[in-house]
């Protein structure tokens, strides 16, 4: 069986230009709210929440509409265009208020910055499950690992490139003893990226026709679909699969809860416990997404052979374990041990064996015309960890200890094990004997 990679490299470009948008969303608009805006850190938070929060009802909502969309260009291109369209619009009005601004501060300035930053977050919403549900529609159920393998790959190089692109344009020697710093040419790059990114999706992928013969070859082997006729002619999951998607969205908030309050954390917790500098802790976390990166291909491969719920119960297990081996070198130490930089590129490979196989377990549950929903499902039970758990692990710090962070991370991830156990469905493997050549003919 194999999977068209040229085909799912192209697929990946609204996941590029998404990732390059948020790594430049998460690096710069705090420090505009701060800098230029003079706004404290608590209320900062609360702005910079706001994507999470609104993410919780835009992106099931939005892939559940692009699910019942029919144009002559396809149900999801079409958000992906008007999504992108307008974020291009408004990132770059971002830069001309906050430089505005900071020569001539006024109320009126500072809500407008506000309200068009909310309305960023809002396009943005509206085509990010679209646009991840596009690699399923186009994606035969078996090879959805592999292609969501190469999906997060394009992801992390449209975060790499928006790094090396601020890292050139606003070196420390550039910036460094400035009052206000304009942003506005890093926006024009990162927005140009994002238009350049879509334009060529747009343009190479065909999504109707595409759809159209996945769904076909998809009706010839009708034993990967999970849903049944209720009778009525509309198809159903069984109580046994709403059982395993309910366990599996469970076990998804749980290793977000425990991966993301490390994560968050983690730079605070150096500092604090070990009295170590921003640097020490920087790289381990570069050394965890540098492991990640390298290990989303063979990880697709993996699933392939030893099926996505088994490489999820090995991510579990090797994450728990890192981070209780992260507590022990951690643990009475002043400074941070080589060994530490190995753990966490298991870290990467651990979180990288989890993320690459959960998406296509839960579409692997649909069937092909509620692909947008349940990709919003999986979002909402992400994002729904990701806006909790760094409260709630700073809360425990903060009463208990920051020795707790660690111990957090490995006990909910063990949860996710636990729940896992109970999720039966969603776990297909490549066919080696029967229908090849139909594979074969989808990659011209």
Partial sequence: MKLNNKRTVLVGLAFLSISAFWQMYDSI?????????HLNE??????????????????????GISDKTNTRIGKRMPFVLFGTGCAVILINILPIID??????????????????????????????????????DVTPKPLRSKGNAIINLMGAVGGIIYLGVAAVMYPTSKVEGLAHVNYQPLFIVVSSIMFVAVAVLFITIKEPKLTAE????????????????????????PKPVKKSLAFLLLSIAFWFAGYNGVTTWFTTYVSVVMG??????????????AGAIVSYIPIGSLASKFGRKSMIRFGVCLL????????????????????????FALVGLAWASINVNSLPMVVEMCKGSDIGKFTGYYYTASMTAQVLTPMLAGTLMRHISYQVLFPYGAFFVACSFVTMLFVRHGDVKAEKKKGLAAFEEMDD
């Fill in 320 to 343: 728990t374990a890192c981070f209780v081996v992260g507590f022990l070198l951690t643990h009475g130490k002043s400074e941070i041990q080589p060994v530490l930089y190995v753990v």
């Fill in 42 to 63: 608590t209320i900062s938070g609360a702005i910079m929440a706001a994507d999470n929060i609104l993410a919780l009802f835009l992106l099931p909502l939005f892939g």
């Fill in 29 to 37: 608009v705090p420090l505009l709210l701060t800098n230029t805006f």
């Fill in 99 to 136: 430089n505005s601004y900071a020569n001539d501060p006024s109320p009126f300035k500072l809500a407008s910055f506000v309200i068009v930053l909310g309305l960023l977050l809002i396009a943005m919403g509206t085509y990010r499950s679209p646009a991840v549900a596009l690699m399923p």
């Fill in 214 to 237: 996945n769904k076909a070859l998809e009706a010839e082997h009708p034993e990967w679909n999970l849903s049944k006729d209720d009778g009525t002619g509309n198809e159903v999951l």
């Fill in 276 to 289: 170590e500098g921003l640097g020490g802790a920087s790289t381990c976390l570069l050394v965890g997404t």
